[in-house]
């Protein structure tokens, strides 16, 4: 299959070195790379909550999935 890639020059040329030094082509260095990273998944992160204290000593737990809907919502609101 044919696609294309859009690098960073500085990248790309430490691809086009790499594979050099390794006899490949930088289509074969880049497939390398991806399987490699495909196969390496990292681990889930353990599940955790957070507890804070609000208004009056209020304890309010915070679900991991709370956390992660708010840094959403935070990136949404950046403008990019």
């Keep these: 299959m044919r696609t294309t890639l859009v ?3 500085a990248l790309l040329r430490q691809a086009k070195r790499r594979a050099a030094e390794r006899d490949l082509t930088v289509s074969d260095l880049v497939n390398e790379a ?3 990273s495909l196969r390496n998944v990292s681990p889930a992160a353990l599940p955790f909550s957070l ?3 609000g208004q009056a000593g209020r304890r309010v737990r915070h679900e991991a999935a ?3 809907a708010e840094l ?3 990136d949404r609101r950046r403008p990019g």
């Design 7 to 9: 690098l960073d020059d």
């Design 34 to 36: 991806l399987r490699e």
């Design 51 to 53: 507890v804070t204290y």
């Design 66 to 68: 709370d956390l992660a």
């Design 72 to 74: 959403e919502d935070e």
